[in-house]
């Protein structure tokens, strides 16, 4: 049973564990990274449409938060601050208070979590059940909140379901935005929970992602997210939204719900938090439901103080004022345009996502895998979602330029190309 | 019940949930550390016999990776890395390989999992129900292994159980060596899984650290160790050994288990695994059971490329020879010593652990807590253990010379002559 | 606290636990009871539209089955058979094979669980589980399969299953037929399970009544019954179809689903099966799905065999032809008119049920609760069902005579005449 | 994979379930009982030493119960009453009232349950779980409660637990009086109650039987019991007697704890409770726990009235006065010797049990197994009980006359010489 472990396969393939992915279907070995632009071993460059899926929205080392991380190791700033108060976090705190909520009008409390967006999620769904004392959490059909335990049982997929190898606990799965043809989702979840009988327990919470990354794409319309804030409300349980992936900027506003009217109860953020890919997590939360007592929910990396450093310098950047956003706005019509094309290649194929989150359904799996399997060999690192791995996904840097842009479009359009050429031909 | 928020607060009690917790009892802001020194923003200095946790065993800043970390950074080396291949990660695989497994005899396989103990936790009890097509994992009183649900289930302490507000699955507790008096541990958990109407399910695992860091520095016996081992093969169980905090030198090798003849099937690693406090997890898990598919359990910051180079650094500097393992030896008696000089103060107290996670049990929480909190005001970081946080623990760095050591013993013996003094006076 | 005992109370205040409940509303002490009369203590006759909830289909003390069991009694014949061999039990199994299964071509086993419904209930999940190797069993909105933790998990309604004090385990919600309008409670199931990312575990089964008793007569399509029975099969789950209310000829045919071209791989049976009113429970399953060992669900009372004899004399007096089945045809079409007629008289009340359990919506539970009450002070014992206890539901023996139903319905009408008297003059 | 149903079967055979068990040892198709003996229908006739598993502890058709039921069904008495108040009901309850609960000095409420053990434990547990807001019950290794899932959640038999194909919840299990030498139960289980991080949730309930029938017969010391009851009452649970087998004078005494100087604050009742065999259940709970509303806890035979009517009948019998308590403690010293006798022809075999539920461990289930088989030859129905079925168990009609038990016992010491004899040679 055991593996060959003998020297002549590389390290990864003799020691790392058969979890790894990515570098299954990207082989190669990088070593530098600098904005959209990866570079491999061999000097190879390749356009990152992928940004550590939508971790490195202001891309690869930033020189500002570079900068700014490199004085601070310099002169022996904390790095790991456990939750003891450190200058770093005091700082970033401010920045986060003064250019993110209150702006936004919002008096969440800030949680550190342990580094992870499933950490954040378990922290929200505890809280949640802390605050109300219930148990059930609703939450939806193709979302993904990560694979510990606790968020792995409000996590749809079946793949990451099964790891498990055991029932998961405290969810209810309902179907997400224009799940099912003519099924009004809201009102369904608001007549089960209404009913007496609708053996659907009290939720502590109804937690969702406006746009679901992993999931396929899947951008809820403000109506179902309202609604669903309403039905929240209506039934006494906390409204989460999982801003993991379509926050900071993903979605084109800093919280992918900000035009949405709604004001959720508990936010988790992760990924592009800390500005730099540096493991950082947070959870925030109105005070009213800021129940836990000190180091009920902790964690040893919860004060991962680079972060709090990079982070910091990502707010002040690109949020104290809205050049930022409107730079996205301009992108986001770019990417749509630039998929419509795409898309218009395929028969059948249609755009998903929303903002900078957006990607092509090509119809399959196979078909979607093979765009990407090309896409890479032309210099595109560039990843599918989905169910099926059917949606051909940009997640591109929101700081990528227009013209880095336009050459991984090209790519893009190219490998479409090639494979829909391969395909035909093979069918002949 | 919203929490005031007026600006005369600290940004921290303004904005920090209330589950921060160590800023409480040491209030300080601290801004700069370096080897087992904090500072803080009043230029105040502390010695550090907290170590974060066991998260910096080789203290704060060392000199050799904080340089090869900025130089990492300076030439834009990969900061986030998903699960691609990178020379970092396969530089810190090759060392891990020479210095660490090969040594050892240990043909494990390296998964990276979130970057968080408990998400190293999580990843091995999926492993082991995978692996073994069974749910049951058998935990032990006292045990911490993180706080996520999966994790929780298994982990003791009744104020974080209760931080979940539901009830946990998948895991049977039993006695940890020594927890009752007259109880062969061993011999009730064989009997129990041998009786056909034992009532314990089938276990997929055997879930302990060897020293149970939070529970209060209880360790285990090489006998108790070996006889866990040999009871999870007869009975068709996986041997898990959580090493996140006794590992990484902390008991004076390696790994906590290296002189007690027992081979774990996995082994989960996390705290000092970067060296450098940074953000990073891991578990090793012998080839026949390194079942995950690709990416079946995940997480974004799996790829924390910035640990991967401070983690190397730390292999070659502390463990390609038995320098540093010898040191340890030394500081052992060194710290037994002085530990029990502060025993010999408190009538009933004992000395708790092994190696260099030593302490005293003062006999009751609030004593144990009123010495940590004189021996801050006095720069000494230094935290309590155990159900009723009655154990002063000493979690040093590893590297703390013999002259700071004995600077935190003075300043410790001292803590305790005047809680005992005030106590006297007190009861006069 | 504890309740007070003096005997001035009756000896039901005094020691029957707050559990009981029926005899709240009709506080009579019954006597005797012969077809579907019952009568009090004082002498006061009562027509019975409730029927043991359905366990009394053939009526109180069918003559002939009571002739049977005296005599079986009087000879000393077995009582508590175990699981042993009894002359009882082999001409049950014999009359049920011949005029039951035989007919319908059913080639299913039967197995004799505890004699109550939910035991039945929770054996079928058991097998279900154990034939699939999967946990999940769908069960639907309204739905009512007893209180016991397995089968609680089953049931929608909300006080019963707050009555547990903890989650419920192993079970997903459906909407049940027609429950939500717009919604095909079908479709939507089979995309659910369809879509790798549903977030729905692979199911052991899904469980359905046809009508749903307790649930409020809702009686499902023959298009969603065929519909769930096609789901099921795509997906690998189990059908169950509970009829334990519903069976025994309570719609018209001895099995309710009889003419919907469906062959549920398991069906349970309580209530009725004994046709006497004594305890008896089973579950027919097919041979493939026969998987428990020995004893593995087990009950002492498994062997009820003063119920075996009652049951055959029911299948031989009520089955063996088609007299009885007509008389339903007859019966059911008088119990529409009836209650279509008290329908009439009430705003927006509808007509709910299939067969001989039909009922009407009168809109709430308060107005269903009055007329309900003031039918039993006019002699008619009668009960509510639904969320909101909102239908008058009629459950009366299938053997009541065309001139006792008529009886019936008139007390019926003049009772809710009674009380929208009342609730006029008390709104005027 | 359909089992062959051609008619060269047996009705049994063809039709019943695999899950059929005591008929395949003892294949007999009995159809008489009177006393202490069975017959078949063949005319043998067998000495009864199993009694229904403690079901029928009067005999078979005691003749002063038969005449009460035979009266009661010809005058048209109630047989299923749902828990309306019938005369019956009223009549045992004041006969429970006077002659079990009030010279006991015992203030509980009785809850008809649905007739089964199985049942009568789940509503214990509900009860348990309600009345404390605690999910945690502590159950014991061999403990047998039942299969429905709930209370298999409690049953420690390993085969009965795997029938159920999925995890239960709710229950820690913790080692019986005496299963592990050396191991003070009680003093444990305290410990991980009381130490802070024992890992163990706050416990709703603690369940035991005092007497573990299937377990292997047993019994606990009253030194256990008390200290259980005191450790119960120290951590806030719930201390629930399941006296279904080892109740209604099984033991000596009505109730099995009566001498043991504790008050249960439930007690489960079922078997032997009609008195006749007759399906029935209940529960007995002190008032200030009697927390169920209204049919919260609910079944549709939980007033199964001719059990009723044998019920009382067997209360004034047999526990109007002492008489019938002063046979029993006779008959338990002659089972004793009896029991002594046989196990001194067997090498390392040892008495279990206490009362009139005492058995022999042979050493081996195979040995029982073989003596049991042999015995049902000769004409003794009689069973194995425990882990490895391992104990050879007396569980005769406390009502056998001394004769009949000579008689059986007779049966049982050639049964256990002729199988040694075979053994013997066998082995030479």
Redesign the interface.
């Known amino acids: 049973?055991?593996?060959d472990?003998t020297k002549t396969h590389?390290?990864?393939e003799?020691?790392?564990?058969?979890?790894?992915?990515?570098?299954?279907g990207?082989?190669?070995?990088?070593?530098?990274?600098?904005g959209s632009t990866?570079t491999d071993?061999e000097g190879k460059t390749y356009i990152d449409f992928?940004a550590?899926?939508s971790?490195?929205n202001y891309g690869?080392?930033d020189p500002d938060m570079?900068a700014a991380?490199?004085e601070h190791?310099?002169?022996?700033?904390?790095?790991?601050?456990?939750?003891?108060?450190?200058?770093a976090?005091?700082d970033f705190?401010?920045a986060?208070?003064s250019h993110i909520?209150e702006p936004r009008d919002m008096?969440h409390?800030?949680?550190?979590t342990?580094?992870?967006?499933?950490?954040a999620v378990?922290a929200a769904m505890?809280i949640a059940?802390?605050s109300t004392?219930r148990?059930?959490v609703i939450?939806?059909?193709?979302?993904?909140h990560?694979?510990?335990?606790?968020?792995l049982?409000a996590?749809?997929?079946?793949?990451?379901?099964?790891?498990?190898?055991?029932?998961t606990?405290?969810v209810?799965?309902m179907?997400f935005d224009a799940?099912?043809?003519?099924?009004?989702s809201v009102?369904?979840l608001d007549?089960?929970l209404s009913?007496?009988?609708?053996?659907?327990?009290?939720p502590?919470a109804i937690l969702l992602e406006t746009v679901q990354g992993e999931?396929?794409l899947n951008a809820a319309s403000p109506e179902f997210v309202r609604g669903v804030a309403e039905v929240a409300k209506k039934h006494g349980a906390l409204l989460i939204i999982d801003d993991i992936q379509a926050g900071c900027g993903r979605t084109g506003t800093f919280f992918s719900f900000e035009e949405m009217g709604v004001m959720p109860d508990i936010v988790t953020m992760?990924?592009s938090i800390s500005g730099?890919?540096?493991?950082m997590a947070l959870?925030l939360?109105?005070?009213?439901y800021?129940?836990?007592?000190?180091?009920?929910?902790?964690?040893?990396?919860r004060g991962?103080t680079?972060a709090f450093v990079t982070a910091k310098t990502a707010i002040y950047k690109f949020w104290s004022d809205d050049k930022f956003q409107q730079e996205l706005a301009h992108k986001t019509v770019m990417i749509t345009t630039a998929l419509n094309e795409i898309a218009d290649m395929i028969p059948g194929a249609t755009l998903k996502g929303r903002g900078l989150m957006q990607g092509v359904d090509v119809g399959s799996g196979e078909l979607a895998g093979q765009i990407c399997a090309r896409a890479y060999e032309k210099g595109l690192v560039i990843e599918t979602s989905?169910?099926?791995d059917e949606v051909v996904k940009v997640l591109a840097p929101l700081t990528t330029s227009m013209d880095t842009f336009r050459k991984g479009f090209n790519i893009l359009v190219d490998a479409t190309r090639d494979v829909l050429a391969n395909t035909k031909i093979a069918a002949e």
Chains 1, 2, 3, 4 share one sequence.
């Not at 409390?109 to 550190?112: A, C, L, P, S």
């Not at 009913?195 to 009290?202: H, K, Q, V, Y």
């Not at 939360?285 to 009213?288: A, I, K, S, T």
Request: aromatic share 8%; charged share 20%; net charge neutral.
């Open positions: 049973m055991a593996k472990m590389s390290i990864y003799r020691r790392e564990s058969e979890a790894r992915s990515y570098c299954r990207m082989p190669a070995v990088f070593t530098k990274a600098q990866l071993r992928l550590g899926c971790s490195l690869h080392n570079k991380l490199i190791i310099e002169h022996d700033g904390i790095t790991h601050g456990l939750d003891l108060h450190t200058d976090k005091g705190l401010h986060f208070e909520l008096d409390r800030v949680m550190f342990g580094p992870t967006g499933a950490n378990e505890k059940r802390k004392g148990t059930n939450a939806f059909t193709n979302g993904f990560g694979v510990t335990m606790g968020a049982a996590t749809g997929n079946g793949y990451h379901r099964g790891g498990a190898a055991m029932d606990h405290g209810t799965r179907p799940f099912a043809e003519g099924v009004d009102a369904l007549q089960m009913d007496g009988s609708g053996g659907i327990d009290a502590a999931g396929g992760a990924k730099f890919g540096l493991p959870v939360v109105r005070p009213e800021d129940v836990f007592g000190p180091a009920e929910h902790n964690g040893t990396f991962n680079h989905g169910s099926d």
